[in-house]
């Protein structure tokens, strides 16, 4: 089935740790996003990449890394730095001519 | 900067009821409009879309028409169901070069609406 991956679905880390959610998508589009979402305040972009071995920074990128090696894979580190961390994660792609955007099933990040 | 509004809710309907559901937004330049829905505990799935001025976006018996004098997008249903029960979000686009003719769009959204019908 073609779609995007996210892994893994829930995730605890422990303060001061870094820990990397997956993103992989099988749909051969060429850009791809990071969004995080809070209750009450919708999503936020924290980096999207229109292609391999470049990325941008989104609204909300201090205290995330990310890569973009290859084609169908956009890893997000969240870093120790990265003040309030517990938050639902979404990864989404889109074609390069496209305007719509798709969205993998969201990875649960909690700090304990 | 670029903006979108949508009704607070908590919103909860009895089934068969008419639903709307309120967005309003603030952009530069001509964006396209969406309203994605979120099942529990799911990712974000497009429910509809229009991309210029007096385009109606429809499906599963979900319609919005953009309306640009009013700057507007209102999700409305005529009859809803319990399966309809889900999170609601309204966002705009704008190319990364700040226009919605090309790809690549960086996705403003508003703050969801829960809609929750009863039985």
């Known amino acids: 089935d073609g779609g995007i991956t996210q892994s893994p679905k829930y995730l605890f880390r422990k303060e001061g740790q870094n820990v990397t959610l997956s993103c992989e998508q099988n749909?051969?589009?060429?850009?791809m996003y990071w969004y995080r979402q809070d209750p009450g305040q919708g999503l936020r972009l924290i980096y999207y990449?229109?292609?391999?071995?470049?990325?941008q920074k989104g609204d909300i990128a201090e205290g995330y890394s990310v890569s973009r090696e290859k084609k169908e894979s956009f890893p997000l580190t969240v870093t120790s730095a990265q003040k309030n961390p517990t938050a639902f994660y979404l990864c989404?792609?889109?074609?390069?001519?496209?305007?719509?955007?798709?969205f993998g099933e969201g990875s649960w990040l909690t700090v304990v | 900067g670029n903006s979108v509004t949508q009704m607070e809710g908590p919103v909860t309907l009895s089934e068969e009821a008419f639903l709307t559901i309120n967005c309003t937004y603030t952009?530069?330049?001509?964006?396209?409009l969406f309203w994605y829905v979120q099942y529990p505990g799911e990712g974000l799935q497009l429910l509809l879309k229009?991309?210029?001025?007096?385009d109606k976006g429809s499906n599963k018996g979900f319609e919005a028409t953009y309306r640009k004098e009013t700057t507007s997008f209102h999700l409305e249903k005529g009859s809803v169901q319990v399966s309809d029960s889900a999170v609601y979000f309204c966002?705009?686009?704008?190319?990364?070069?700040?226009?919605?003719?090309?790809?690549?769009?960086?996705?403003?959204f508003g703050t969801g609406t829960r809609l929750t019908i009863i039985p």
């Open positions: 989404a792609s889109s074609i390069e001519q496209g305007n719509t955007i798709y």
């Open positions: 749909l051969n589009h060429d850009a």
């Open positions: 990449s229109q292609i391999v071995n470049d990325f």
């Open positions: 952009a530069t330049g001509y964006p396209s």
């Open positions: 229009a991309t210029k001025a007096d």
């Open positions: 966002a705009l686009s704008l190319g990364f070069g700040g226009s919605s003719n090309f790809g690549n769009e960086k996705l403003t």
